[in-house]
């Protein structure tokens, strides 16, 4: 391993991760870093759900080489539909290019089917719901490449 | 029969609500806030589903995302808790009109006791004494001065649609009542979308004392005897207690016997709380709140009764099991709110425990205090054979309790407790006022 | 009036006599050993003084240097927990006689109960069956064969003088009757000083039942039901209940009033237990404890009355305030013990709370526990209307625990509380190896 | 093991994660570092009697210059004397040189009084226990140089 002003940030990182520390600050001839970790007591039991907490609005997810991806989450709750009718054709499916304002899918909630609709044009890389599912608050739903 | 139950709010009650489905064999779903994620009703509910940012409006009040996600996962269900979604009618219509019930009130008594102008007429109906005031909404200032002066100043304005101290107005003298009137239908209008107000007379030292009920809706009241709400700070309750420590038997009697007729009256179903302020020898009716209260463990414990439990087996259409004279009220119980006074990250949450002690919380060490909800850490509740006792007990229970990273309201909850005040038993709702006010 | 007491013994149930204490208004001194100077009893009580190194007869068995610490600091009182010097007659009339209030029996009474030999015949003197067997210690081995010839093997070798398996032999045939009475009287030598052997018929499967009671010496008797602690693993009770959940009500109630008879006629000062066997349709005298026992919340729990303050205002010298009649046993109390399997420090400790949970602890995350002493980590006891109602809030409680760092036998006794075996409630004491050991 | 400018960062981790410290400072020439762990539940309440936990043998004592001091402690509860009588003179006082065997104190518990010797020859440096009071198992009560 390097001395620490050779040491580069995952090298750090890496080292904090994995020991028992809540804080870590540094600060040396080269660089100086402050980490700290919320000293969360571990839950009951361990969570029945995964949640991605991601922002309603697409986020930069990360980046696979170098592209620049972003991800596409459900803004209610309600059952996933990639087709707007059982025997219809999908929206939208992987390496479809979407202008802004296109339907990429429909949203089931107390009946009535929510559109929703590209903010930017975008080609879809990924889909990352199930449909016929339910889909929570935040779920990720699409990865797309901004155009 | 209800197998899967979803648990419509957050934090202990929403705890409270899960743990009474564990033991009736029931799964929960719990639905939360970005902010709750890490939250104790999402780890222990068997499901968790995220309904929405943290402003409540976006989550907790959501309708459309809650009871979509009732639908999909199967719920038989939805428990509303205390607060958020608890007391809305029209919440309560669309659950039944999903086809889930509602573990509650049905939603026409909800709508009907949620008018403070129509509870009061049912109240008055039902034979129960009211504060002197208006029977119906005042219709301009000419009515408000006229009513004024016919039951005395001071009096007090009150929003009809509302609660929880918008839209009150005190007025002692005549000259202010215009103005108030003005204000009170302003923030009427803001906060209920309904600008019609009523007048009663303004109790200054009132006791806050509430009956709680048991209804199955089909004939079957009980009541489990009395809570003392009394002490307050700013309308908040800080502490409750049973059975009341200055209350005359004769009155405890009438208020328990009053609350069981308006609920057979109004064919009531499900737990519920008539409210009433007492003063001197005259008791007079407030409000009912339709619902569960965060201070019910009061009851539980004097009653040896689950009232969560309960409420789900009433919804579920069971009769009550047993008849007034089965109910055993025995001994005295205390609870008291601990509450955060800022919020941040607990670093240290020690809470008490042992004989006679019991704790709702949904917090641990680590957790954080989110500044977007209710500032409640916990309810410590406690059970003595007597009064004396019982504060001893909660003393001790208080004086095990550790708590890091926030501060809290725990040292002014001591000092009310030992106060000579709170001991000897007579006191009204200014004691918040007396003992931690000016002290200081 | 006792102002200030000294709690003879450590972790939780020092915790719970300091509670006690502290409703009662009564300043408590810790002592404690090396080991134990970061203890929750150490923080918790109003003085601390170390009195020796961890092991046991180096401090908490040190007669001379709790008896002068308490003389030292003025204490008026001993109270010696569960366990150590708790039934210890010398220590208690060493305690009588340095002009202490001894929280317990009288020493004669201990000292009587403490020879099993003397207790069978007080048993029998009451009128109390006993199991058949010597009346008095044996004399030879002639005698001993006549004995066992008379009653029928198999039969049990018990230490006179002794407790907790120390010189006990089960014996099936004759030609194994000399052998370990020599055995028998040679271990009873060394753990008790006195060879003293007696023989009793040995029951293959019977139930663990005790009757707990309060006793004020001045005629004052009375019962508070019973304890069912048939869940064992070898003879350390993991579960204990009340009521019995197959116990015929006619044996119940003649185990209580003869029980309630043996303590009239030893005038019995204090809190006790006597515990029976109980097989098919016959119960025997087995012992009576002379103290404190560490199930005692579970009578607490079915009776809501709180037997250390109990028994701290007998030792004062007051009469019991209730009789028979005015205790009531109402529904169902179960306890389940935590036990440590490994020594270590524990990183994670999440104990279960709200509606009917009682926790008695006296660690917290962060302590460690020690090898020197018993492997207790904690108590969980709830209460219920009825068994099943029970059964499933304990396995609420038992899946909010969360204990890291050291391993512990709550999985056991989830899968023990979970099996149709107990939740049946026909078992005896090898319920343990039928549910844990012969599934694996 | 190498001066601390020398050490890399996975040393000092190593050797803070099984210490027992909750934070760790450490600046020199190349680099400054603060290490912190969360701590453990603190006690319900604060001790109320210091304790300090010493060995019923005499042990190394802070040295208070570069002179070895040792600590005698007391080996049982009881009432602390440094007088065989209420009106005697003092078994030992400040500055006594005592010997191998000599009395240096008595300990009163239960009427009985038991006379601590000394287990080797010494100068008294301090007298750490107050006359007449309840000294506790460990206690220290002498501070001495061994001679």
């Known amino acids: ?147 | 029969m209800i197998k899967k139950l979803l648990v419509a709010n957050r934090a202990e009650i929403a705890v409270r609500v899960i743990r009474a489905c564990r033991d009736l064999g029931i799964k929960t779903v719990a639905v939360y806030s970005t902010a709750d994620a890490q939250g104790m009703p999402v780890a222990m509910a068997d499901e968790a589903v995220c309904i929405g940012e943290a402003p409540t409006d976006k989550s907790y009040l959501n309708v459309r995302n809650i009871i979509t996600t009732a639908c999909a996962l199967r719920c038989d269900a939805i428990h509303p808790g205390v607060g958020f979604l608890s007391e809305n009618a029209d919440f309560a219509k669309q659950v039944e009109d999903a086809g889930l019930v509602f573990i509650g009130p049905r939603s026409e008594t909800i709508a009907l006791l949620g008018n403070k102008v129509a509870a009061r007429q049912a109240a008055l109906a039902a034979g129960i004494p009211i504060t002197p005031g208006s029977s119906e909404a005042l219709v301009d200032l000419a009515d408000a001065k006229k009513t004024a002066e016919h039951i005395g100043y001071p009096i007090i304005l009150k929003a009809a649609a509302g609660g929880g101290g918008r839209g009150m107005r005190i007025v002692r003298k005549e000259e202010q009542l215009e103005q108030s009137l003005q204000m009170a239908r302003k923030e009427a209008l803001a906060f209920f979308g309904d600008a019609s107000v009523h007048m009663e007379r303004f109790l200054e030292q009132p006791r806050h004392v509430e009956i709680q009920l048991l209804a199955d809706g089909q004939g079957g009241v009980v009541h489990l005897g009395e809570r003392d709400c009394s002490v307050q700070k700013n309308h908040q309750k800080l502490l409750e207690e049973s059975p009341s420590p200055n209350l005359d038997e004769g009155l405890r009697k009438a208020m328990c016997h009053d609350s069981v007729r308006l609920f057979k009256e109004l064919g009531y179903r499900g737990a519920g709380t008539v409210e009433f302020l007492v003063e001197r020898d005259a008791y007079y009716f407030m409000e009912v709140n339709a619902r569960l209260q965060v201070e019910h463990p009061v009851s539980e414990l004097v009653s040896s009764l689950d009232l969560v439990q309960a409420q789900i087996k009433i919804a579920q259409g069971k009769k009550l099991p047993f008849k007034q004279k089965d109910i055993r009220i025995s001994g005295y119980a205390l609870e008291c709110r601990i509450n955060a006074l800022s919020a941040g990250v607990i670093t240290t949450l020690q809470l008490p425990s042992g004989p006679f002690v019991r704790v709702d919380s949904h917090l641990e060490a680590g957790s954080i205090l989110s500044p977007y909800y209710d500032s409640m850490v916990a309810k410590i509740i406690i059970w003595a054979p007597d009064r004396d006792q019982g504060i001893a007990v909660m003393l001790r229970a208080l004086e095990e309790v550790n708590i890091q990273g926030i501060t809290t309201n725990l040292d002014e909850q001591k000092r009310l407790i030992a106060s000579k005040q709170f001991r000897g038993g007579r006191f009204t709702t200014d004691l918040y006022q007396k003992v931690c006010e000016q002290e200081k």
């Open chain 1, 1 to 147: 391993m390097d001395s620490i002003e050779h040491m580069d940030l995952s090298e750090v990182l890496t080292l904090f991760d994995s020991s028992t520390l809540s804080e870590l600050e540094i600060s040396c001839s080269s660089f100086s870093l402050k980490l700290k970790r919320p000293v969360v007591g571990e839950p009951v039991k361990a969570m029945k759900q995964s949640v991605q907490e991601t922002q309603v609005k697409p986020t930069p997810a990360t980046a696979d080489n170098t592209e620049e991806l972003e991800i596409i989450t459900s803004p209610i709750v309600g059952t996933f539909y990639l087709t707007p009718a059982p025997d219809a054709p999908p929206y939208v499916q992987v390496g479809s290019k979407v202008e802004r304002g296109q339907v990429l899918c429909t949203i089931e909630a107390m009946k009535l089917m929510n559109q929703l609709e590209c903010e930017y044009s975008c080609e879809i890389v990924e889909i990352l719901a199930k449909p016929e599912q339910l889909v929570e608050f935040g779920q990720p739903l699409f990865k797309v490449k901004k155009l």
